[in-house]
């Protein structure tokens, strides 16, 4: 299996803006949903965003509703966040990862395949 390869991270300060980007080619079209997860320092991952293969059915977290956006290029099999309006606490490693055939929610332990991450950090 071809992995996922997270890019777009990198150090902003708060209110600033980045845009992730998930390059996931060589995936199949068993692929039912792209995710952006995310994982703080002694904290458990958590859902950021989730995309369906349709590209427009979206699942938000509550405390990046209005600030981040996901997207997919179908063209190019990726997967993309904007991320504006920053917040210190936004700081994390940002993975990507893709669901099969029936995933359609936000619980990492359903995704099959992930990406190393990127890390994201905004400072006060």
């Known amino acids: 299996q071809a992995p996922l390869v997270e890019s777009g991270g990198g150090l902003v300060q708060a209110g600033g803006s980045l845009k992730l980007s998930c390059a996931a080619s060589g995936r199949s079209l068993r692929v039912n949903a792209m995710a952006w997860f995310r994982q703080a320092p002694g904290k458990e991952r958590e859902s950021v965003a989730v995309i369906h293969w349709n590209g427009q059915n979206t699942i938000y977290a509550d405390f990046v509703k209005g600030r981040f956006t996901i997207s997919r290029v179908k063209s190019n099999n990726t997967v993309y966040l904007q991320m504006n309006g920053l917040k210190p606490e936004d700081t994390a490693v940002y993975y990507c990862?893709?669901?099969?055939?029936?995933?359609?929610?936000?619980?990492?332990?359903?995704?099959?395949?992930w990406g190393q991450g990127t890390q994201v950090t905004v400072s006060s």
């Open positions: 990862a893709t669901g099969l055939s029936g995933v359609w929610n936000s619980s990492p332990k359903s995704y099959d395949a």
